[in-house]
Nanobody, 125 residues
């Protein structure tokens, strides 16, 4: 089973960009579907984006479509979330998650088996 460590969060201004990284330890990284979720204070955890094990197929939430892009480098055991045109509404703790189904683009958090510790993203207006 993989272990996940996120990095790249921080405090930025509206309109700025950030790239989050999620490094996975363990074998067979490409056998996992990966996703990013986020959770703002007082709100439920919500789906942001997902990517299949091969990296060929992706899915993005409507709220971030056109601004955020998920990608992965299986040689580096890392999944990324490029976030452009950030808004204050994007402020949250961002988590990466791994799904044993490498072909899944699941949007439900309960279907993910492994979670990172999260990284804070704060966007000021």
């Amino acid at each position: 089973q993989v272990q996940l460590v996120e990095s790249g969060g921080g405090l930025v201004q509206a309109g700025d960009s950030l790239r989050l990284s999620c490094a996975a330890s363990g074998r067979s990284f490409s056998s996992y579907g990966m996703a990013w979720f986020r959770q703002a204070p007082g709100k439920e955890r919500e789906f942001v984006a997902a990517i299949t094990g091969s990296g060929v197929f992706t899915s993005h939430a409507d709220s971030v479509k056109g601004r955020f892009t998920i990608s992965r480098d299986n040689a580096k055991n890392t999944v990324y979330l490029q976030m452009n045109s950030l808004k204050p509404a994007d402020t949250a703790v961002y988590y990466c998650a791994a799904d044993n189904n490498k072909n899944g683009l699941e949007r439900s958090s309960i279907l993910y088996d492994v979670w990172g510790q999260g990284t804070q993203v704060t966007v000021s207006s």
